[in-house]
């Protein structure tokens, strides 16, 4: 069995994959309330894109173990595959299949595209924003995961299986100010980017938005050049990108205290307890301190409320974000 050195390591990576998830949980959660009907029909229309996938052969599982609805998604909103990961292995006949719908998905469903004009898809892949968490399942897992670390002594070895069930979707990084595209050059495949010098671009986006790019290129030109092509520079490219975001460089919202990784996904909870199923705030800060401490719940009550507040706060400037970003592409508001 292979095994990581330190039970630290998965405290490390549940912590970064919390952090990561959060920004687009926020995110979801701020397109729903300005644009629900447009995210119900992106729901509809993904209904069409798997049934365009089951038409060209791919079962079920096919469509779910090789994100076809992701590279879908990545073709019709980018025109190219933004959301590739290395070391990925395709059978044959789904790359025929991927190979196939590079031609005809971008143009395609020309009746739904106005959807993808949306405030929320110019910081967010249409395909992120389709695939929120069940925040109960992620808390749930969260908790049995922490509890695996305090069992662990400080020098024990960590089992790979520990790391099971950690999947939480990480967002890749969009920003409307800085354009990826690809295309062929002379029959050969090129990537390249744009960015607008107007742009509203902190040091942050900036960064953020440039080390992704470096990972996308890398993961790009690993599959085009294949297996005997895959040098250095291609290795060195995606070891100096995983080890900046191993650091937390690439998290909107960084968690700094790891007592509240827990809170900060039941402060999420909350929320939905409160906009989503309208309940009152009292009662919905009360379920959540019972499900953080169910042994205690009174004395939660005053940390869950503090982190409902942060994720409100977080969820209301995304709002913001998205209606400004909006109204400087569109000339229009949003309601």
Same mark, same amino acid.
């Given at each position: 069995?292979?095994?990581?050195?330190?039970?630290?390591?998965?405290?490390?990576?549940?912590?970064?994959?919390?952090?990561?998830?959060?920004? =687009?949980?926020?995110?979801?959660?701020?397109? #729903?309330? *300005?644009? !629900?009907?447009?995210?119900?029909?992106?729901?509809?229309?993904?209904?069409?894109?798997?049934?365009?996938?089951?038409?060209?052969?791919?079962?079920?599982?096919? *469509?779910?173990?090789?994100? $076809?609805?992701?590279? %879908?998604?990545?073709?019709?909103?980018?025109?190219?595959?933004?959301?590739?990961?290395?070391?990925?292995?395709?059978?044959?006949?789904? %790359?025929?299949?991927?190979?196939?719908?590079?031609?005809?998905?971008?143009?395609?469903?020309?009746?739904?595209?106005?959807?993808? #004009?949306?405030? &929320?898809?110019?910081?967010?892949?249409?395909?992120?924003?389709?695939?929120?968490?069940?925040?109960?399942?992620?808390?749930?897992?969260?908790?049995?995961?922490?509890? &695996?670390?305090?069992?662990?002594?400080?020098?024990?070895?960590?089992?790979?299986?520990?790391?099971?069930?950690? +999947? @939480?979707?990480?967002?890749?990084?969009?920003?409307?100010? @800085?354009?990826?595209?690809?295309?062929?050059? #002379?029959?050969?495949?090129?990537?390249?980017?744009?960015?607008? =010098?107007?742009?509203?671009?902190?040091?942050?986006?900036?960064?953020?938005? @440039?080390?992704?790019?470096?990972?996308?290129? %890398?993961?790009?030109? !690993?599959? &085009?050049?294949?297996?005997?092509?895959?040098?250095?520079? +291609?290795?060195?490219?995606?070891?100096?990108? $995983?080890?900046?975001?191993?650091?937390?460089?690439?998290?909107?919202?960084?968690? +700094?205290?790891?007592?509240? *990784?827990?809170?900060?996904?039941?402060?999420?909870?909350?929320?939905?307890?409160?906009?989503?199923?309208?309940?009152?705030?009292?009662?919905?800060?009360?379920?959540?301190?019972?499900?953080?401490?169910?042994?205690?719940?009174?004395?939660?009550?005053?940390?869950?409320?503090?982190?409902?507040?942060?994720?409100?706060?977080? *969820?209301?400037?995304?709002?913001?974000? @998205?209606?400004?970003?909006?109204?400087?592409? +569109?000339?229009?508001?949003? !309601?």
């Amino acid at each position: 069995m292979t095994e990581a050195k330190y039970p630290d390591s998965l405290y490390s990576y549940l912590h970064n994959s919390v952090s990561k998830a959060l920004s =687009l949980e926020y995110g979801i959660r701020a397109s #729903n309330q *300005i644009n !629900e009907q447009e995210m119900n029909e992106l729901k509809e229309w993904e209904v069409l894109l798997r049934e365009y996938w089951q038409a060209a052969g791919a079962s079920e599982d096919e *469509i779910l173990d090789s994100n $076809l609805l992701e590279y %879908a998604w990545d073709l019709i909103q980018f025109g190219y595959p933004l959301g590739e990961t290395h070391g990925k292995w395709l059978h044959p006949e789904i %790359a025929a299949l991927r190979a196939k719908a590079l031609y005809e998905l971008p143009g395609a469903y020309i009746e739904q595209r106005h959807l993808l #004009n949306i405030p &929320a898809a110019r910081f967010f892949r249409i395909a992120d924003l389709m695939a929120g968490a069940d925040i109960d399942s992620m808390i749930k897992t969260v908790v049995d995961k922490l509890g &695996a670390v305090r069992k662990l002594e400080k020098k024990s070895v960590t089992s790979l299986d520990q790391y099971s069930g950690i +999947t @939480f979707r990480a967002p890749v990084t969009v920003h409307p100010a @800085f354009h990826q595209s690809g295309t062929l050059r #002379n029959g050969r495949p090129s990537v390249s980017i744009s960015v607008e =010098l107007d742009g509203d671009l902190d040091e942050a986006d900036w960064e953020r938005a @440039f080390k992704n790019f470096q990972y996308r290129y %890398a993961v790009l030109r !690993e599959a &085009a050049l294949g297996q005997s092509e895959r040098g250095s520079v +291609t290795r060195k490219l995606i070891q100096s990108f $995983l080890e900046w975001d191993y650091k937390g460089a690439n998290y909107e919202y960084p968690i +700094t205290n790891h007592k509240q *990784i827990v809170p900060s996904l039941i402060g999420l909870k909350v929320w939905d307890l409160r906009n989503v199923d309208k309940r009152k705030v009292v009662d919905a800060v009360a379920a959540g301190a019972r499900i953080y401490n169910p042994k205690d719940d009174t004395g939660s009550v005053s940390n869950i409320q503090d982190m409902y507040k942060l994720a409100s706060k977080r *969820i209301n400037a995304k709002i913001d974000k @998205f209606r400004t970003a909006h109204s400087k592409y +569109t000339g229009r508001k949003v !309601e």
